[in-house]
């Protein structure tokens, strides 16, 4: 007769019951200002979803948007055509059209 395993010592993987679905997954910690924690935990809400799941969909989302890099050249760009000397200038008419 094979012993009954105490389930209270005993490991997810050796139990008959399906693993929870955290495992294989890495744990992250991350630290939000009071702001930030209270729009997600809305959202999580809102969406009817865990904060973690919420977390999950920015990062794929932020990822999927900057991981080849063309994004973030495209947008790099952009801000150093803005910061140029002549940008600024170029924005404002000349003193003569004002009145």
Known sequence: M???PDRSLTPWAASLEPPPPSWGRRHVG????????????TVARQ???SLSACVRQA???YLRQFRDGEETRRQSQL?????APDAQAAVLPAW????
Request: with cysteine; net charge negative; hydrophobic share 50%.
């Open 47 to 49: 969406a009817g979803c």
């Open 2 to 4: 094979l012993p009954i």
């Open 96 to 99: 003569s059209d004002w009145t």
């Open 59 to 61: 990062l794929r989302l």
């Open 79 to 83: 801000v150093a055509r803005l910061e």
């Open 30 to 41: 991350v630290r939000l200002d009071a702001e930030l924690e209270a729009s997600l935990q």
